[in-house]
C-alpha cells in the first residue's frame, strides 16, 4: 500500500519541469523600433544608460536565480519617455534643465529554456499619471520605476516557479 502513493509522487515529480534547478542568464539588452526610432532624440547614450538601469533591476531581483547553462532571458526595452530632458534634447531643442513632463516605459521579455523553446512571456508597461507627480523627478525616474516593477514581476514569477515546479 506505501509505495503506490510513493511512486506516484516520484512520477509526478519527474513529470514537472524542475525550474528550481534551472538558472537564468540575462541575455544582452535590445531596444525595439519605437524607442530606436527616437535614438536621434535621445541621444545613443541615454539608450546606453536605460540598458544599465534595467541590467541593474534585473540581477537584483534574479540574484537566487542567475547563472549559465538553464533558461535565458531576452529583455526588449520597447519604449521609454524621459521626465525631464536628456541631455542632447536640451542642447538641440533649448529645453531647460527644469522642464519635465510624464515620463514611463514598454518593457518586454521572453524566456527560454536551454533548448531554445519559449517558457514564458513577460510584458510591463507603465507612464506617469499626473504631471504635477513629475515635478521633482530626475530625467528617467518614470522609465526606471517601470524597470523596477517589471524586474520584481520576473523574480516573483521565477519564485513561484521554483516553489511550485511548473
Do not use: C
Amino acid at each position: 500500500m506505501l509505495r503506490t502513493p510513493t511512486i506516484l509522487i516520484s512520477l509526478v515529480a519527474l513529470a514537472t519541469p524542475a525550474f528550481a534547478d534551472d538558472s537564468v542568464a540575462i541575455a544582452p539588452i535590445t531596444f525595439g523600433d519605437e524607442i530606436l526610432q527616437k535614438v536621434d532624440d535621445l541621444g545613443e547614450r541615454e539608450l546606453d544608460r536605460l540598458a544599465r538601469y534595467l541590467q541593474r533591476d534585473l540581477e537584483q531581483e534574479l540574484a537566487g536565480h542567475l547563472g549559465d547553462g538553464g533558461m535565458t532571458l531576452h529583455v526588449t526595452i520597447l519604449d521609454a519617455d524621459p521626465n525631464r530632458p536628456t541631455t542632447r534634447q536640451a542642447f538641440a531643442s533649448g529645453l531647460h534643465a527644469s522642464s519635465y513632463s510624464i515620463g514611463g516605459a514598454d518593457v518586454a521579455a521572453e524566456l527560454f529554456d536551454a533548448d531554445g523553446h519559449l517558457v514564458e512571456s513577460f510584458s510591463y508597461a507603465w507612464q506617469s499619471h499626473n504631471i504635477r507627480d513629475a515635478a521633482g523627478y530626475a530625467t528617467w525616474t518614470d522609465a526606471r520605476r517601470t524597470f523596477d516593477r517589471f524586474a520584481a514581476s520576473i523574480g516573483r514569477r521565477l519564485d513561484e516557479q521554483a516553489t511550485n515546479g511548473s
